[in-house]
């Protein structure tokens, strides 16, 4: 029992020791993962097709416990190969300024710690090729959606594998839901 104890204060003087080590960090990320789109109340069938995204972050880490909240601004590229039944098959590619605001929890030995975290995303979409589907397709520019993931923080180096769903309503009283998967890497500056 005493040793349980033991194991369970240094555990706990550890993660006290690393959430205090800094209260905000500044920095910046790229990611290259995959994307799809799936459209609402349509017979198009999708493929994955290759994403990237980068932009900067803000992590405030609360003091004592080993909780952050992280704010990000990134660039994104995302986009999917729509195939047509009995058509030829066409490109789908937006891009947005996306706001992720995350909620996560770390722990850690050291100066490497393991973490896991969800929040929401802010969507602005400042480009897209939609007008080749037709003119009567037009997207709502502005939506919400989600993610969550796992990473790992060594010194100032952030590596993140991340899961992230949104989606867009269209005019014609769809949506286009997009599902990505991202592997990041980042460095806080200060």
Partial sequence: MKKLLLIVTILTLQFTAQAQDKII???VKGSMGMSDFS???SDISTQSRQSW???????A???VLPIYAQIEGLYTNAGSTLSYPSQASQELII???EVPIILGAKIGLGEISARAFGGIVAQQTVKDNLS???????LEKFGWGWQAGVGVDYKKFTVDLKYQKGANIVSNGGSIESNQYMLSVGYFIW
């Fill in 25 to 27: 960090n500044f920095g």
């Fill in 39 to 41: 459209l609402s109340n």
């Fill in 53 to 59: 995204e980068g932009g900067i972050m803000l992590r």
């Fill in 61 to 63: 880490n609360l003091p």
């Fill in 95 to 97: 891009n947005r300024v």
């Fill in 132 to 138: 080749d589907f037709g003119n009567d397709i037009e």
